[in-house]
């Protein structure tokens, strides 16, 4: 143990001290107060890291400290006297800050060496991030820690990021990957788009042909051609796009996210978004089909037959499964681009009108809306949807995405719903990021710059501060239509994802953007570490 700590005093004695930490990081801590004494702390590679020996957390705390600043996890045991010897740790992970916010961390560096306290285990996973971001710059073994009392808390609760799996397969690592990606921005939630036209990801076991056939297309439409607007002149580009996760490998997917504090809310896409479940399960189509797993993009007219009782029996086994692998209070039924062309000249889903003097096709959404509420309820969940949602009248307890723009969350809070806001001008990261198409890799149209980003305030003038409240947060989406690869992916997220995290934690009073692109390039060395691809310029 000695000759250790002399090995140790001996490397950080031979390595140049750089002492250029801030703390200065992405999202912005809202207080980083340096001591006017302007000492410093050597945090040194193999330095114990200390923890609640019986949290369970705080040892998975500990081990991201050893991943992260190089750290050598060393239980506290509280009961015990500690001897002499036995004095805290250099740095401590501990819990017990005074904060309503459950993610809120402080990190003191002085005299005594460096605490990161939590009001909540995720506090404290904050904190390491945040102390792993401010260190990103210093190379060698070991880094001078000013000494400073760091502290923030999130603005929001609710801090998502949506991906598109069913567009794309993504391979369960590179999920993986992605959810670093989120922990590393302070993202809680991760929104698993599962299910659409072009591919059925989710393996549900009473219903095997799902992930057996419909996650399975033989070609993909070439280029920027949406739907089949000229079929002679459409090009297919030969090559299959498959693939499903296995319960057992969503539920491992659940776990990862979870001991990085975010919870993970799969989306089933309904009763739009369906044409790869038609595929299998054409007699739950309008028209009974036949139907292929899409090879192009866009809205298509075929969605799940409304009048068909055996549409509810099917949502609910799936739902029914999904809720066993997935531990969300949410649970997210889309709802968005349903046309309902279909219905209108379906004799059961006229019958069904008729049945309940429905006198707009709308109602019959809601009111499978809210046939599926009742289900999630059952089950102790609760149901989130785009804003189409809104159309026909709101299920009692459903949470509003608003997407197409910021007037479907304005609705639904004024009506008391809550809302996450996601609007595409300012959160749909699958648009082009700079105005020069020729320097970025084919993307579905737009344009949002990462100003365009910051700028997003999630709660519009336009509220009362009491129907304000009901906006629980902001999430971006990265849909995958021209986003095939795990690389193409990152670059389309990143920096965009830093931009929104400050919308996600900062006071809007804080947040300052020419500031923001300061501490941008530090964060841009934790991507370059981590091997995370980037876009490297910004507008
Ligand atoms: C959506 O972008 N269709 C929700
Ligand atoms: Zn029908």
Redesign the pocket.
Known sequence: MKRKFFSLMALAAALSVSGEVNYQVVPLPQRIELDKTAQTTLLIKGQAVSYPAENAQMRRNAEFAREFLGLVPTPEQPSKKKSKKQQSAPVALTLGLQSEKPDAYQITVGKQGVTIQGASESGVFYGIQTLRKSIAAEPGDTVALPWAIVCAEPRFLYRGTMLDCARHFFPLEFVKTYIDILALHGVNKFHWHLTDDQGWRPEIKALPDLARKASYRPYTIVGKNIGLADPANTIYDDTPEQGFYTQAEMREIVQYAAERYITVIPEIDLPGHMVAALSVYPELGCTGGPYFVRPYWGIDPDVLCAGNPKTLEFIKTVLGEICEVFPSKYIHI?G??SPRTRWKTCPKCQAKMKEKGYTQEAQLQSDINKEVEKFLTSKGRELIG?DEILEGGLSENATV?S?RGFKGGIEAARQHHRVIMTP?NHC?IDYYQLKNHDQQPLAIGGYLPLSKVYEMEPIPGELSEEEGKYILGAQC?L?TEYVASPDHAMYMLLPRLAAITEVQWLQPEAKNFEQFTGRLSNLQRVYRKACYKYCATYE
């Open positions: 889309g968005d681009e785009w995405m997407w595409t749909y989406n849909w």
